[in-house]
């Protein structure tokens, strides 16, 4: 069974920095790629940044150039960060960590396979 688990979330003010981890256990299960979704209410699930193929990485349109996900896996950790900096109102949403052994089904959150229950990130003055 795979668990992921969020910590970092909290309430920020308009232009704060906040850093998310995921924690990831896997036992015997491969996961390929992980990354990090986020959900406003009232709207869908969205991806957020994403480990592509080689080690790449991907972000959404709203978050280039503020937003930095990192990884870990020394020691065997498998640990998954979001550095989030310049954080906007629009931001506010419940983020998830997901892993999936597909790089393709990462992209459909209809399709990933692993998802953590989610860390609330609040943007507000």
């Known amino acids: 069974q795979v668990q992921l688990v969020e910590s970092g979330g909290g309430l920020v003010q308009p232009g704060g920095s906040l850093r998310l981890s995921c924690a990831a256990s896997r036992g015997r299960f491969v996961i390929n790629t992980m990354g990090w979704y986020r959900q406003a209410p009232g709207k869908e699930r969205e991806l957020v940044a994403v480990?592509?193929?080689?080690?790449?990485?991907?972000?959404a349109d709203p978050v280039k150039g503020r937003f930095t996900i990192s990884r870990d896996n020394a020691n065997a950790k498998n640990t998954v960060y979001l550095q989030m900096n310049t954080l906007k109102p629009e931001d506010t949403a419940v983020y998830y960590c997901a892993a999936d052994p597909d790089l393709i089904s990462m992209w459909y959150p209809g399709r990933v396979n692993y998802w953590g229950k989610g860390t609330l990130v609040t943007v507000s003055s």
């Open positions: 480990f592509t193929s080689g080690g790449s990485t991907n972000y």
